[in-house]
């Protein structure tokens, strides 16, 4: 068995152990940073052995490599040729189509339409809770709360 080997056995040891390992409310926010900051290292030191593994398998682990595309889409030109294939349709028309066949999804962005709206005179109408098409309001507004770790200034 190897020094590393050990180290790992080691490593998985102190894991299980701490898992297990009672602890006290206020202990939580310092823990949870600590093991976020174990993550984020440990990360590192295997995102560097995938970049010099030389061999992909190992006895109890393969190294497998994922493909994906990164695409990019011509607006302009999918409208027209939308446009051309459903004449009398309006571009709010060809855009519904497409919405409802979940071939586009329209992104907003929160501030930069508030500025547009702003600097066209327009009020923006929210309201609490989802919004659809056929409704009052521009904008529906659902919050959710997230919980994370952050690292306090001494």
Known sequence: ???LTTRLDHLEDAVR?????????????DTAGRVRHLE????????GLLAE???PVGTDYAIVESRTATRTFNPTRILSDVASALPGESLIGVLSELQHAD???LQWQWQ????FFHAHGIT??????????????????VWKTT????????
């Open 124 to 141: 923006m109408q929210k309201h609490t809770g989802p919004v659809d098409d056929g409704d009052d309001a521009h904008v529906g507004e």
């Open 147 to 154: 919980t994370r770790v952050t690292g306090r200034e001494a």
């Open 17 to 29: 152990g701490l898992i297990e390992a009672p602890i006290e409310d206020a202990e939580i926010p």
């Open 1 to 3: 068995m190897s020094e």
């Open 40 to 47: 984020i290292k440990l990360a590192d030191y295997r995102r």
């Open 103 to 105: 071939a586009v999804r």
């Open 53 to 55: 593994a030389p061999e």
């Open 112 to 115: 930069k339409l508030g500025k």
